[in-house]
């Protein structure tokens, strides 16, 4: 079996260092296969500092998964403290905002500068 990264090496090329940092985080987690496959899609399309609506059966779609294996990678993602999840409701959106969490964030950070800690909490916003 290919590595995840081999699988995606063509999409993860052109993600910033912040974003390679953070599937690498969510790949350390244990995350499954499906959860990886949603995480490499979204986050590109999300950002480290505010809601974005995303629609998980557009991103099913795309990763070849059925809407239900995305929704439970998306539940998995956000089990793991890899993504925050908002419910929709503003302004009649129904769909779910998220956005990668705070954590996964600070451990690149703190890993870059050679810190074993950050001194904000790890959920801050």
Do not use: H, N
């Not at 260092?17 to 244990?30: K, P």
């Not at 993504?83 to 769909?95: N, P, S, W």
């Amino acid at each position: 079996m290919r590595s995840r990264i081999d699988l995606e090496s063509s999409s993860l090329a052109q993600l910033s260092s912040l974003e390679q940092a953070f599937l690498t985080e969510v790949t350390r987690s244990g995350a499954s296969d499906a959860a990886f496959k949603l995480a490499l899609l979204a986050v590109p399309l999300l950002s480290f500092t505010v809601w974005q609506p995303l629609s998980i059966g557009d991103l099913a779609d795309r990763a070849g998964l059925s809407t239900r294996q995305a929704m439970l990678a998306a539940r998995e993602l956000v089990e793991i403290g890899a993504l925050g999840r908002r419910l929709g409701g503003y302004l009649g959106c129904k769909l779910q905002s998220y956005r990668p969490r705070e954590r996964f964030r600070v451990i690149k950070l703190s890993a870059s500068l050679g810190l074993e800690r950050d001194a904000r909490p790890a959920d801050s916003f």
